[in-house]
């Protein structure tokens, strides 16, 4: 075969691979709560210390200029929204919903707000 059909061949393997990895159950989330919030919405979802207690970061323009009861009633219903969308949410008994400014392309931030709720609270 010739080299530029191997190379050709390679990629498309490649793209294949990559587009057929599982996608777990906090990227979907995130992705979710991306196309709900819209607009320029970051979101990171993952684990506080164990896998009962979901922890969801958003930053945006949305939640920029947050104060005071909006802010709180904001992060219920994003918490509410999360769980509901969740597709473990039988196994968690908490969330977290940080308001954050994500710093350069990496994972770090700084934390604006954070609200912790029980998992009952947002049934």
Not at 66 to 83: C, E, I, K, N, P
Not at 89 to 105: I, K, M, N, P, Y
Request: charged share 15%; aromatic share 8%.
């Amino acid at each position: 075969m010739p080299r530029s059909r191997l190379t050709v061949l390679a990629l498309l393997l490649a793209t294949a691979g990559a587009c057929t990895r599982e996608t777990t159950p906090e990227q979907a989330l995130a992705r979710t709560l991306e196309a709900e919030y819209g607009g320029g919405t970051r979101a990171s979802v993952g684990f506080l210390n164990n896998a009962t207690h979901l922890m969801v970061l958003l930053q945006g323009p949305r939640f920029a200029n947050l104060s005071g009861s909006l802010v709180s009633s904001t992060a219920l219903d994003v918490g509410r929204f999360a769980l509901l969308k969740y597709g473990q949410s039988d196994q968690l008994d908490s969330l977290t919903v940080s308001f954050v400014e994500f710093t350069g392309r990496g994972s770090s931030y700084i934390n604006a707000q954070r609200f912790d709720f029980s998992a009952a609270e947002l049934r």
